[in-house]
């Protein structure tokens, strides 16, 4: 994340900052005005007029897909949780057409296992930029049970392709949520759009209007719109950390299902029990 030091995807620091950056715009606006004659400002028009419409039509277009795409990232994270949660609850499922080979409670309780282990620490380590390698190991032993699985009856030899099937699905949303989660803007991209809305708020600044309150106003009103814009790439294209984080709840209702009880966004003693009993593999 750009700046994490000042957690900017932070409601109470970046709405602050998007009005202290529209009151600097403003504050350049009238220093402007004081230093420069209205005549020299006059006489910019014909030029600054063209260079502003060309200038702001091309940050605008790049401003615009960038913020497409920041969206396009929080719902990918979004489709995700989803599908992660789901192939859970269908690996749990599926797991009752197997006790008969001892394997029911073991992929049962990996499951739940697993489940507890990422919504307790996957979205604090995501927003630290680390990995959950204790849920990849419990993942990884309910895989390797899964396939070790040896079906009895033609109804288990139908349905244990489509539990290997679910099982890798976990990881693969497992691997698509740290991938959200460590690749947001690049920095080359931050300083391309900051210095694209400096530089379309300084074009504003070659113009006159004798009524200095309606400029005043203008410029305001063009420092706020982009300003959103790059608060709204912020916070969209780091689905994982920040204030508008993306929902856990879709993996929650799985928590229910599993458990038979809802938690919210607490955690059960029990839970953390079970945590701390698990003996994993190295």
């Not at 608060?231 to 709840?249: K, N």
Request: charged share 20%.
């Amino acid at each position: 994340m750009i700046f994490p030091h000042l957690e900017l995807d932070n409601y109470a620091v970046g709405i602050p900052l998007v009005a202290l950056v529209v009151a600097l715009a403003i504050l350049g606006q009238v220093l402007v005005k004081r230093i420069v004659s209205r005549e020299s400002l006059i006489n910019c028009h014909e030029v600054a007029g063209y260079c502003f419409s060309v200038v702001g039509t091309l940050y605008a277009v790049i401003l615009g897909l960038v913020v497409l795409d920041a969206i396009t990232k929080y719902e990918n994270a979004a489709i995700s949780i989803e599908k992660e949660a789901i192939s859970l609850i269908s690996v749990y499922t599926l797991a009752d057409h197997f006790k008969d080979t001892d394997s029911e409670a073991k992929i049962q309780q990996l499951s739940k296992y697993y489940l507890n282990e990422v919504l307790a620490n996957d979205w604090n380590l995501m927003n630290e930029g680390k990995k959950n390698f204790k849920a990849r190991n419990i993942l990884k032993r309910l895989i390797d049970t899964n396939n070790a699985i040896e079906p009895i009856t033609e109804n288990q030899k139908i349905i244990l392709p489509i539990l290997i099937d679910k099982s890798l699905s976990i990881r693969e949303s497992s691997r698509a949520r740290y991938n959200q989660a460590d690749n947001g803007i690049s920095t080359v991209e931050w300083i391309a759009l900051l210095v694209g809305g400096l530089v379309t708020i300084m074009f504003t600044y070659f113009f006159n209007v004798d009524n200095s309150k309606a400029q005043y106003l203008m410029t305001g009103i063009i420092t706020l719109v982009i300003s959103m814009n790059l608060y709204i790439v912020l916070l969209f294209a780091e689905p994982y950390t920040g204030d508008f984080i993306a929902s856990r709840i879709p993996l929650i209702q799985a928590q229910q299902i599993m458990d038979e009880t809802y938690y919210g966004d607490g955690w059960s003693l029990e839970n953390e029990r079970e945590l701390s009993e698990i003996r994993l593999v190295p």
